[in-house]
């Protein structure tokens, strides 16, 4: 080998440079399947299409859960009890700042609408348990209040709510959202 | 160290084959003539019964692949049929369950010994941090064999364990979609899950063989932590190390049996016998025994980022050990100080344990705060302080000199008979 100071780059350099970025090149374009394989298919995502729930049968007090994209959503009925206690609670100082209001729908206030999955390690808690009637999670001790707001334990958010609109007074259609009202 | 014969093939077929792949004398050399300091105790056999549970785990896992349908609607079933159905199947699934919980005892030991005897110290530590791969391989491994089965515990594990990741700011729910393929733990899961499970022992192997290699490069420590100056300070691996680690892997054999032909549902949990219900997480779950100290320590934080780095944290920072412990003495032994607080971190990874097992209310909660900062504190503040403010007691001068009194064996009865090495 002969010792050329790198002042000037050399046809060398500019094939060993461009050989590399063809190779990083290649070697991207080999992991995009090999790690995009792993992300769910399409069967997984066609099932996951919107599903309507008819709210009839459910009874004051009652909580229901159905599936929807393999996650069980909870419908909570709630009572005026319910809806009282969970507005009664100055919201600013909860670990998750979130007003009862923000949880539900306007005009549909007795009808809490949640991802039925703790925002801990995801175990599905327990209705109408804990110190705040609402839900305990039973893996970490996470509790939960009548809006599906994180009170108490470990975990660090509310229960998630999922996008659903009311399809009518009685029916709400999960995977989808209403048009925003102006 | 000199003295040990070299390998000379005698037989023509060897002396073919020496010229052309030396395999005979690489394994004359590390597994024969290898010289070992003459001090080994028992707790140096964990290596040797570690070699031979992951070798049974092979075995015994290959065959019970043969049987086993990993997809939701057949998992749980196949294995019921693996336990009623196929020829000697419960055996070799109450072998390969409970040779699991085996290896992790054994896993344990040979980590304890490792802290306990300093072997992670100067120039060991290579040698150690492989060994810190291998345990992280090892639960890896261990906990998706335990989703396979498809019980209840085996779905919400699964379940929690992936979610760990969403605690990852920004990027966790991709990921944790990512691992599952799908919006939750379902088939996709326990496909890829199987697949794993049956790589990383080989990659287990891999690491093994590095690691073994680490160690022929350094050689053993010993009780003391002298390093062997002469040759009164060793023995040849065969007879005497290899005789002794046969010796105690039988005995561990004969306590792994008892569980596995008396008791062996006796470590496991009762829920995983029900089929997996995503619709429902069992009142109280709980991981595998061997994970429960670790999983005290994340229930114990009650912030979901800081749990899960706790959780990590504890696991990553014993590769560091080589450096938090600054103490040049190796061995416990000569370390009075740190042998109280060692005993005690043992006594706390202990508790952690038990704590991890019951439920994350009250005092139970509390009790797992204090351990925790032990467990903390021990490696982040007491290692590196002892070093600088311990005196240790003085060393014995070598190995032979500790374990010798006017050239008998302390504790023989009569001199070692004429014409053995001593």
Known sequence: ?182 | MSGYSIYKPQNPFMRWLERRLPVASLVYSSFIAYPTPRNLNYWWTFGAILTFMLGAQIVTGIVLAMHYTPHVDYAFNSVEAIMRDVNYGWLLRYLHANGASFFFVAVYAHIARGMYYGSYKEPREVLWILGVILFLLMVVTGFMGYVLPWGQMSFWAATVITNLFSAIPWVGDPIVTWLWGGYAVGNPTLNRFYSLHYLLPFVIVGVVVLHVWALHVVGQNNPTGVEPKTEKDIVAFTPYATVKDVFFTAVFCLFFAWFVFYIPNYLGHSDNYIPANPGQTPPHIVPEWYYLPFYAILRAIPNKLLGVIALGGSIVLLAFLPWLDTSRVRSAKYRPLYRQFLLIFFAVVIGLGYLGSQPPEGGYVIAARILTAYYFVFLLIILPLLGLFETAKPLPNSISESVLREGVPVGASAPPPSGAKA
């Open chain 1, 1 to 182: 080998m002969t010792t050329i100071s790198a002042a000037e780059p050399s046809r060398r350099d500019f094939l060993l440079v461009a050989t590399g970025a063809v190779g990083a090149v290649g070697v991207a374009a080999l992991l995009t399947p090999l790690i995009g394989q792993m992300e769910p298919d399409a069967s997984t995502i066609a099932a996951g299409a919107p599903l309507d729930v008819d709210l009839a049968p459910i009874a004051e007090g009652q909580i229901v859960k159905v599936f929807w994209r393999s996650k069980p959503i909870f419908i909570f009925h709630r009572s005026k009890r319910d809806i009282d206690s969970a507005r009664e609670v100055n919201w600013h100082t909860l670990p998750d700042p979130a007003p009862d209001s923000a949880r539900v729908q306007a005009g549909h206030e007795q009808w809490l609408v949640l991802i039925g999955i703790c925002t801990h390690l995801g175990c599905i808690p327990l209705a109408h348990q804990g110190n705040y009637d609402g839900w305990f999670c039973p893996c970490h001790g996470s509790q939960y209040d009548t809006a599906g707001r994180i009170r108490q334990g470990p975990a660090p958010a509310n229960l998630a709510l999922p996008p659903y609109k009311f399809a009518s007074d009685t029916t709400i259609r999960i995977g989808e959202t209403a048009p925003a009202k102006a």
